[in-house]
């Protein structure tokens, strides 16, 4: 009785598709689903004909073990998709001093295509790191406007810098930025070359940071050592729409069977989502499906 019910019970869940990967994004028919750790859900999508378009193109790099995924214009990696953002791996600006002042100067620019469905989510802060440190951001809105705000970490001896993961002013300054921009620009400069702080604090670091995602590390994010720590580490979160400043949900196609729509009026588009009650990919043909409970 039991080895029939197991049969009867796996029937079920192959009709209606309820298995757990079904309730996760699918790609196309035919499409990869996997880059290295990652599951690829359509509107994205890994070669020709397999993404809604070539701005959600992306591309698996198996160069590296384990594969890596890349937007397909620009070299930025993703670490993570969901149903309406993105994270991709930081680039980091940096200024790092020797004993007698001179230093090596990095700055950053992180940006998408005008016609892409990507632009910096406001939950990422501005984020610098030092003791004798400024650093400002330029960027572009997706309506063509120039945005710039700055930041600057300041003090004098490591003992006054918190060690509970909260970036005060003292050691770590962080600032919000607006929503909806397409590019940005880091410049990070020094007020005294460090030389007053070197011995604690070698380098000042600047950076957009998901303010979920990262926390200041004290003592240790001011040594010259934590660059590799925060190149690898921190992300920066990044919104996705359909149609965007295009279209709007009285002209969408793509939201399939048991899916509702959802306009995004600040970044001019709109996201699919399955129906309450249902769970899958909106995007797909039969891709929102009803919970299956034994």
């Known amino acids: 009785m039991l080895l029939l019910f197991i049969h009867v019970l796996l029937a ?26 990652l ?20 591309i698996c790099n198996s160069t590296f073990n384990p594969p890596k995924l890349f937007i397909r214009s620009g070299n930025i990696q993703i670490y993570n998709i969901s149903d ?30 005008e016609t ?6 406001s939950i990422n802060k501005f984020t610098v790191i030092g003791c ?8 572009l809105h997706l309506h063509g406007s120039d945005y710039m705000t700055g930041c600057m970490g300041i003090c004098t001896n490591v003992s006054n810098v918190l060690k509970n993961g909260k970036c005060s002013g003292v050691g770590c300054c962080q600032t919000p930025i607006q929503k909806g921009l ?18 604690f604090n070698p380098c000042g670091f600047a950076f957009l ?21 925060l190149d690898s580490h921190v992300h920066i979160l990044v919104d996705w729409v359909i149609g965007r400043g295009k ?30 009650g249902y769970q899958g990919n909106p995007y797909l043909l039969n891709g929102c499906q009803g919970q299956f409970r034994i």
């Open 182 to 199: 397409k590019g940005v620009n880091i410049t990070i400069g020094s007020f005294d070359n460090h030389m007053n702080v070197w011995p």
């Open 12 to 37: 079920l869940l192959s009709e209606n598709n309820f298995v757990g990967a079904s309730l996760r994004g699918i790609a196309k028919p035919n499409c990869p689903t996997d880059c290295g750790n």
């Open 84 to 113: 309406s953002e993105i994270s991709i791996f930081n680039s980091v600006a940096y200024s790092c001093y020797n004993e007698s002042g001179s230093s090596d100067i990095v700055n950053s620019t992180t940006s998408f295509e």
């Open 209 to 229: 940071a998901d303010e979920n995602h990262f926390r200041f590390g004290g003592a240790r994010d001011l040594s010259g050592a934590s660059k590799l720590y």
């Open 39 to 58: 599951t690829v859900p359509y509107p994205f999508g890994m070669g020709k004909g397999c993404a809604l378009d070539e701005s959600f193109e992306l």
């Open 132 to 139: 004798d440190n400024y650093a400002w951001i330029r960027g």
């Open 247 to 276: 279209r709007n949900c009285s002209q969408a196609t793509e939201c399939k069977a048991n899916s509702f729509c959802t306009d995004d009026e600040e970044l001019g588009g709109y996201r699919c989502s399955c129906n309450k």
């Open 116 to 121: 892409s469905p990507f632009t910096f989510s």
